[in-house]
């Protein structure tokens, strides 16, 4: 990918801040998600341990980092980039392609669902919509297709689809390629064998163990991916840091949270470049649905409970 190109230029080359942000994608030093601010103790050169090699449990830790928010925030962006890198780490569901000319090797598109349309959903939707190499099969949402199409179509922070989106029967047909809808509740139940949905974007988040997960293995899929962090030691891929450690034995992976994404991959560089002896890092989390407007109860988070577009207290 070319993040990965960026980073190893990164690691060869003498780096400044400016040359940092100018390299580096919004994305990754600026998600919508959360603002962060991090202190970093260079350690001397032969004290610098990769991240590379990071364990899952070391990359989930940043991942409970957590919640308040400033209006303007999204948190659909940076956990979608998320799910799509882990979706390349996954099997080679988005492989690399060269940039400029035309490949001379046709490669059969890879068959994906997705099993919950939320903010994360409905993104992964998008990309996959105009990636070349990804055939998006099949939708399982509980709404029924006016309603999806008209989710697909506007979104409040990414702006109007950029295409076509029409309703057959029970189905969309987006760009002119007809994707499949079913609406169930039941893993089990969805037809990703049915419709060719070899690799599925998990994003209910309610199946995030490879325990929950046997229900979409039975149902047809190959390969599942987590769009948040996993809830057991199922392993954990974060683009441009430890996306190497995947195996093809693994049928599911977690692509971690939306903090772990906006900060593991700044921090390697520094890791791998200069070395760091202790870091502490503060975030501040955009509002998420659980917010309310107005202030309201939250027997779980008295400040969860303020309204959202006032709230910027860190919280967890």
């Not at 996959?128 to 006016?146: G, H, T």
Request: aromatic residues 6%; glycine residues 8%; hydrophobic residues 40%.
């Amino acid at each position: 990918m070319v993040l990965d190109r960026r980073l190893a230029r990164l690691l060869s080359d003498t780096i400044s801040v400016r040359d940092l942000c100018a390299m580096a994608p919004k994305a990754l030093l600026i998600p919508a998600t959360f603002g962060s601010a991090a202190a970093f103790v260079a350690a001397p050169q032969q004290q610098q341990q990769s991240l590379r090699g990071v364990s899952t449990a070391g990359v989930q830790k940043a991942s409970h980092a957590s919640t308040a928010t400033p209006a303007q925030a999204s948190n659909a962006f940076a956990a979608t980039v998320t799910l799509a890198g882990a979706a390349v780490a996954v099997g080679g569901v988005v492989r690399r392609r060269a940039r400029g000319r035309a490949s001379a090797v046709a490669r059969h598109a890879v068959g994906i669902g997705i099993n919950g349309f939320g903010r994360i959903g409905r993104q992964v939707a998008r990309i996959a919509m105009k990636d070349p190499e990804v055939e998006l099969k099949l939708i399982n949402a509980s709404y029924d297709a006016e309603y999806l199409a008209y989710q697909m179509k506007y979104d409040s922070i990414h702006g109007r689809y950029d295409g076509t989106i029409e309703v057959d029967g029970d189905s969309l047909v987006i760009d002119g390629h007809k994707v499949a809808l079913s609406h169930t509740r039941d893993p089990a139940d969805i037809p990703f064998a049915a419709h060719g949905a070899d690799y599925v974007c998990e994003s209910t988040g309610v199946f995030l163990t490879t325990e929950k997960i046997q229900a979409h293995l039975k149902a047809g899929a190959k390969k599942v991916v987590f769009s948040a962090p996993a809830k057991d030691e199922s392993h954990t891929i974060v683009m441009g840091v430890n996306q190497e450690t995947y195996v093809s034995s693994m049928q599911a992976v977690s692509c971690a949270s939306c903090t772990t994404n906006g900060l593991a991959p700044l921090v390697k560089c520094i890791n791998d470049k200069f070395g760091i002896k202790r870091a502490l890092m503060t975030t501040i989390h955009a509002m998420t649905a659980s917010q309310p407007t107005v202030d309201g109860a939250s027997k779980k988070d008295w400040r969860g409970g303020r309204a959202a577009s006032g709230n910027i207290i860190p919280s967890s």
